[in-house]
Every structure is written in structure tokens, then in C-alpha cells.
């Protein structure tokens, strides 16, 4: 399964060995070409693997991220798109094992993304809800819980599918383990399920005419006033949990772009959640009662952005894969889309059109999805480049030396 | 079984059986000490290995950069030889020429040397070729502080009796958070080939579980036929591994070093470790891991106050007038 294998595994290594000199051109070029300067490609078990030196090799680091985007080729290792203003930064010298990936990327599909978008959705809906119930405004408050709801359901079908074993999915509820956001995760959707669940109920119940409801269901259904705003109001109490435990899901990892961001991506999260949640709330609810929503949507959008910026400025060179390939096309969608919905929405406030609303909301939704697919793609690219494993930890090692605990009273051995 | 968290549970040394909650006639913790120095690339531990626990054969190729044809750890390569060919001698210029330690020994096999080496051999430069062979046999690290086991939603990864870490197949739900978790890329979900049991959950090393149970050298350690592979308790190989650090020093080979034997590092220190000739990445390690959940308390706080920003906000968007 190689091409570009012209001679038999003797002549090859004594090629290597007559070629494989550190720090000259041929290697720089080898190592930076995303072909390879012979062409030599291996298909591994994860599909086309570059063939690179295991000796050192020179890449661009911000030039990377500047040629990114431009052709699918170089969507990986932008680096071979050379010049730009490569020199603005000191070049990355790394090494590894013939360019094979050191950790692995998860397992993971396009399940899970969707499912942090979804997450925040029924989160910010649910918080939406309670609010409107609180304040008076019918409309948002039902469509707030039915949204909801149907998030909610739909991520529960997303975590289970994306198993590799399905059918035991209840062994998520054999322990309860701080140590696993996952398991967290699963605790904070389970409460949270439960009250948005009891709200919606209590919603259906206020929609379905008694005639309707067989007489032995109807003394539960006279107690579903009784939960009908406290459950709501606890869901949304619990709800900014499911929003933003999402975060530590992804940086509780060695996945090099989610790890390095653990710091604001629980934020980026939260703005993106309410900015997600607030343009459904614009597209189902009327005009009159948005205004709250109206506004949580302009604050969110600014503050993913703002905060999805921050991140980029201290993730160092794990933040080239925020700009490459599809997680840097899903990125510039999702900036482009929250920022039209909000300038949208601020008009669609100020001119009460229910047509501005309904299109800003969208673009508000599909920029939050964006944002999902887009840090969710930019990890996995940069599981599978040995470069954002190595680079980093080479540089703490210069700037700090090696991670010791304090307590350490053996000395470093060799 | 006792629940507590001691100071270094998250971070530091620890002995991680004592930690779990095992008792006080508890094994001493086992682990592997992989001399790589005298790694002879037979990948007679990958066939043990396989033989034993029963793991599916499954896509060899070469990867057409060297001798390796198993790539990498994963579902169904619990021990992996690299390889790794360099232009560079074994034993530094003028050193250990008298301890009778060589960079190579002629076994008086025929060679077909490669272009030019005849000419340097020819004028007398230098009975040794410009180039070495790296080999190593990879494995699990069974950690002292193993991120697959911390986020491992369904308490399927548990901590042995020795020290280990073990996947409880009939108990793994495949949800794969342990992939990305390690810091060595080691652990993977199964997803080939058809029909091979266990599709679909995480598979990595035990340190063969069942073998240790029965007071047997796992199958890899014991197939080695150089004892590249050596098992047994942690802190004595650990001293082992010293030893022949310095006896490989005073030999001239400086470049040997050891990787994982530190409790203080990032990751506590590994129940498997190495002395490897060069960098850790040469070798597909990673130069100095950390465990990510030394972070975690860290991510929890930074989630907790976005959450509240967002209850906030969403409270300041309600406030002011009503319809």
C-alpha cells in the first residue's frame, strides 16, 4: 500500500542514510513540502501519512497560518506554502518519528461537534425560557422549552451514536467520577434532562385540552402547574453547566489545540451557546417579546469572539490549526456569521422587522455550529501532526526545563 | 475500598496501587524497563504479544521509511518496534575504545556496503560505518498518573493490584475519551478488523494482568531474546536502569539517557520506561508529557466561572423593560 517506493527496504535505508544530513536544504524542503520533496507517500492505517525525515526539520510557523485555506493540499501543514512573513516569528525546528503522529486523534465523528452545538442550544433555551416565564413574555418561554427539549433529545442520540458500543450506554451511569468531565457531563445532563424535561411537560400540559387526556392521566396532569416554573427555573440553573462543561470535555486531553485553550474555551462556549440559543429564540419567538434575547445575542457574539481571540493569542503555535484546512474555513464562517447576525440583530431591534430577526438568528446559529465543527476539526488536525506535540513541549523545556514536581528531591537523572 | 484524594493525586510521586485503595499486602508495582540499547529489532515481543492476549492481526505494510511494518502503538499493536536509521556513529569519537563495548561487532556476515563506504573503509578511515540503527520496543507506560484512567467515564480503565492500568472489556462502552487523553498515543478504540472481538472498545497493554495473577513474566519480556524487555518491580529496575546508564556512559555511548524512570515528572513517572540512545521523539515519544488532568482542577474553575457569566448575562438581558 506505498508509492513511491522505488527500491527494495536495503536500498532504502542505505539512501537515507547517504541523504539524511540535519539542517540541510533537501531536509527543510522534505520536511516542509506536504508531498514531500520525492513524492514518497505511505498510506497508513489513518490514510495518507507524509513521509518526512525523522532528523530535524525546519517548519514556518506563521507562515503556515497565513497560506492556510488557499489550497486543500497544504491544508495540513500549511508550512510548505513559504515566504509570507515567515520571518516575523523564529522558525520551529521539531523532530520525530518519520512525521508519524505521537498522540492520537479521538475517535470521535461529526456526533460530538454537533452535539456541543446542540448542548449549548438546549442550555441558552432553557436559561431563555426561564426568564421569559419569569417576565411575562408566553411565546418565548414555549418555544424556549420546546427547543429545548428537541436539543436536548437530539444530543442524547448523538453521545449514544457516537459509541463504539451503543448498546451499553448506561454504562455511563456505573460511577460518578469527578476526574472525567465525561462523567460529569453525563451527571449535569441527567439533572438537567430531568427538570427540562418536568418543564416541557408541564408545557405540553398547558397546551392539550382535558378532553383530550384519558381521565386516569388527568390528576397528573393537574400537578404539572405545580412544577411548572420551578423546573424551569432549575434547568436553568443547571443549564449554564451543560453549556460550558463542553469545554473541559475537549481540554481534558492531549489533544494539543484543545488542551492549550483551556483557559477561554469554556467562555468562547458560553458566548457561542447564547448566541446560538438567543438567534432561536429571534426565530421563533415574536419581535415584541425577542428584546432579552435581542440582547444576550449581540453580548454573546461579542463575547465568543472577543474570548475565541484571547485564545488564539495564548495557545502559541497549537493555534495554527485554528487557521488550516477545515477547521480554519469552519472558523472564518463562524466569524463572518456571528458577526453579520449581530450587526443583524441590532437592526432587526431597531427597525422591529420579524424577517431581520429570523435571518440573523440563523446566521447566529450556523456561526455557533461553525465555531463547534471548527475548534472540534482544528484538535483533531492537531493530533495528527507531530509538530503541535513536540514544538510546545520543546519550547517549555527551553523556557522552564523539564516539568519536575516541587516536592522533587531526586536530581534529574542523565 | 477506601475514597480519598492525598495531595499528589493529581500530580507527583505516588504509588498509584496504594492510592487506588489497595491494601497493605498489595504486590509491589510492576512495570518494564526497555533497554533499547540492546534492542536487536526481532519483533519476537509484537508476536508474543499477539499470541497471547489474542490480538487480531491486522494491516502490515511497510511504512516505506524503515524496516517498521506494525506503524504505531494501537488497538491491535500493544508492543510496537521502531526503527530508526541515522547517520551518526554509536559511540562517541575516542571514547570507550578499550571497554570492549563496541558501536557494532562483525559478525562476518556478508555486506553489500553502501556507495562510497568501500573507498572510506578501503583507505583505513574507520573500521565502523557512519550510521546506526535505533530500535525500540514501545509499549503502554502504565503511568502513575494515567490519563486514560482519570476521564474514562465508566470506571472500565482501573488500576491493578501491581500498579498497572487495564481496560475491563465487558465493561468499556466505547465512548473513546481515553484516545485522546494519552499523552502517548497508546490506548485506541478497536475498529478492525471485522469480526475480531472487542470492536468497537478501548484496547491497549495490560502488562498481561492474567499472567502477573499467575506469577508469570509477561509474554513480551518473555520472549525477548536479549533481554531488551525486563520485567519486574519498578524500583528495582528503576536502580537497574541507573546502572547501566553509567556503565553505557563510561562506555562512551553519552547519547544514553532514561525516559519516564523520574516519580517527579510529568506524568509521576512510568511503570514502563526506557534508556533510549537519542531525543524521546525520535522515537515517537513525546519530549517531556504531561498528564492533562494535572490541569483539571484549573479547567473546572475557568468552566464554573464561565457558567456563571453566562446565568449573568443572560440575568442583564432580562432586566429593564417589559413588553
Sequence with gaps: MTTGRSTGPEGAGIEGAGTEGAGTQDQVNAASDPLGADGANAVGRDGPIDVRSQTTATVGTRGGRRGSGEGGRGRRRGGGRRGGDRSMVPEAEFTSYYGRPIVKPSPWEADIPAYLFAGGLAAGSSILAAGADLTGRPAMRRSGRFVSMGALGFSMVALVHDLGTPSRFYNMLRVAKPTSPMSMGTWILSAYGAFAGAATAAEVGRMVPRRWVPRLLHRPLDLLPYADRPAGVLAAVVAPAVASYTAVLLSDTATPSWHSAYRELPFVFVGSAAAASSGMAMVTAPVAEAGPARRLAVAGAAFELVMEHRMEQTMGITAEPLHEGKAGRLMRASKALTVAGAAGTLLAGARRSRALSVLSGAALMVGSACTRFGVFEAGQASAMDPKYTVVPQRERLEREGPVRHPGSTTPPVS | ?323
Excluded at chain 2, 492474567?210 to 524500583?235: F, H, K, M, N
Aim: aromatic fraction near 8%; charged fraction near 25%; charge should be negative.
Design chain 2, 1 to 323: 475500598m477506601s475514597w480519598t484524594i492525598s495531595e499528589n493525586s493529581f500530580w507527583g510521586p505516588l504509588d498509584p496501587a496504594a492510592d487506588a485503595g489497595y491494601d497493605e499486602d498489595r504486590p509491589k508495582r510492576k512495570g518494564f524497563f526497555t533497554d533499547t540499547s540492546i534492542c536487536i529489532g526481532c519483533k519476537a515481543c509484537e508476536v508474543a504479544c499477539k499470541e497471547w492476549n489474542d490480538v487480531p492481526a491486522d494491516h502490515f505494510d511497510m511504512t516505506a521509511t524503515s524496516y517498521d511494518n506494525s506503524h504505531s502503538l494501537n488497538a491491535n499493536q500493544w508492543r510496537h518496534v521502531a526503527f530508526i536509521e541515522q547517520p551518526k556513529r554509536l559511540v562517541t569519537e575516542g571514547e570507550g575504545q578499550d571497554s570492549g563495548l563496541r558501536g557494532t561487532v562483525d559478525l562476518g556476515m556478508p555486506t553489500v556496503p553502501p556507495t562510497g563506504a568501500a573507498e572510506q573503509l578501503a583507505n583505513g578511515a574507520d573500521d565502523r560505518p557512519d550510521f546506526r540503527w535505533l530500535m525500540s520496543s514501545d509499549v503502554c507506560k502504565h503511568c502513575t498518573h494515567a490519563a486514560c484512567l482519570d476521564v474514562c467515564p465508566t470506571g472500565s480503565l482501573f488500576r491493578t493490584e501491581f500498579g498497572t492500568v487495564v481496560v475491563q472489556d465487558d465493561i468499556c462502552n466505547g465512548c473513546g475519551y481515553c484516545v485522546p487523553a494519552c499523552p502517548y498515543g497508546v490506548i485506541e478504540r478497536r475498529k478492525a478488523p471485522d469480526g475480531a472481538k472487542n470492536v468497537g472498545i478501548a484496547q491497549k497493554c495490560t502488562l498481561c494482568y492474567d499472567r502477573l495473577d499467575a506469577g508469570q513474566t509477561p509474554a513480551c519480556a518473555q520472549a525477548c531474546p536479549t533481554q531488551s524487555i525486563q520485567y519486574g518491580d519498578v524500583e528495582e529496575l528503576r536502580e537497574r536502569a541507573n546502572k547501566r546508564v553509567e556503565q553505557l556512559h563510561e562506555a562512551g555511548i553519552m547519547d544514553a539517557r532514561l525516559y519516564g524512570n523520574d516519580p517527579n515528572d510529568g506524568v509521576g513517572g512510568t511503570g514502563a520506561f526506557f534508556l533510549l540512545l537519542d531525543e524521546p521523539e525520535v522515537y515517537g515519544f513525546p519530549p517531556d508529557p504531561v498528564v492533562t488532568t494535572k490541569d483539571l482542577p484549573a479547567m473546572y474553575k475557568h468552566a464554573v466561572a464561565a457558567a456563571g457569566a453566562l446565568l449573568a448575562g443572560a440575568a442583564v438581558a432580562f432586566l429593564g423593560r417589559r413588553p
